[in-house]
């Protein structure tokens, strides 16, 4: 059984960092770092097998537009626990962790075309992003990132929320496609490029098609990535200056791209 709890010490610290170090394959956050974070309003959440931390998620306080939130920089699992929604519960211990202090809201970011990040933030969690953050932190060389521009969706928790708390799902009928895409002779996706940044948005929902897995595309053909990472990069920033959100990822099954919904923000039960 894996069990949770917040992280207070030193010595925990130290098996966050061993974690962090074989996750990502580079040099972790100093302790010393992490646990002033701690003392002043951040949050570590561990997650355990028996004595073993396998997982954990980092936060530290954050401050914009004169609006405190919990800034959620990291979330690792070990390879061998992936995919048994860790993830998932780690964030929710945060959550009620967050909540205990006296936050409402968490923010983090995650690359938009990592899908598996998608779901969980937008389609489990309920999070909610109109914040679209260029080459955030510029040239990356780990494997997760090596090759793309390091662009971001902001995700915006709102954890005190009727959205997050009491989330019902509102069925759009037909959203539109902001871009087509088509399968190439190598058997990849291409996104065909229509979108025009000059068009006027006022469906009350759009699909945004992406690659369901982008390491695999980028394994196959860089630049076709690329060409993902540079198209969805326009289509995303023109709607959510018009005013649109990103609150959902849907997965299909016979495809080699899933869908982002878009829906106009001001319609949702957040903050404004």
Not at 142 to 149: I, R, T, V
Request: proline share 4%; with cysteine; hydrophobic share 35%.
């Amino acid at each position: 059984m894996i069990t949770y709890k917040p992280l207070k010490t030193m010595e925990e610290m130290e098996c966050v960092s061993e974690v962090e170090s074989k996750v990502w394959g580079m040099s972790p956050i100093p302790t010393h770092q992490t646990a002033t974070a701690i003392k002043n309003g951040g949050i570590v959440i561990g997650a355990y097998d028996e004595q073993n931390l396998i997982g954990f998620s980092y936060g530290f306080a954050g401050f914009n537009n004169q609006k405190a939130s919990l800034c959620s920089h990291m979330l690792g699992i070990l390879p061998d626990y992936r995919s048994g929604g860790i993830g998932e519960k780690l964030k929710l211990k945060q959550k009620e962790e967050a909540l205990k202090i006296g936050y409402d809201l968490m923010t983090w970011t995650y690359d938009p075309l990592q899908t598996r990040n998608a779901y969980l933030n937008l389609s489990k969690l309920h999070g909610v992003c109109n914040t679209y953050i260029r080459d955030c932190y510029g040239k990356m060389s780990d494997e997760l990132n090596d090759g793309l521009p390091s662009d971001r969706f902001q995700i915006d928790w709102w954890i005190a929320s009727d959205y997050v708390n009491n989330f019902s799902r509102i069925f759009y009928k037909n959203p539109q496609l902001l871009d087509t895409w088509h399968i190439n002779n190598e058997g990849l996706p291409v996104l065909d490029g229509h979108f025009n940044t000059a068009q006027i948005l006022s469906e009350p929902a759009y699909y945004v098609p992406v690659p369901n897995n982008i390491g695999e595309l980028k394994a196959e053909n860089l630049d076709l990535a690329l060409d993902w990472r540079y198209k969805t990069r326009a289509i995303f920033e023109e709607a959510f200056a018009q005013g649109y959100a990103a609150i959902e990822l849907h997965k299909t099954s016979d495809a080699a791209v899933y869908y982002y919904l878009l829906v106009q923000k001001n319609t949702l039960k957040i903050p404004q």
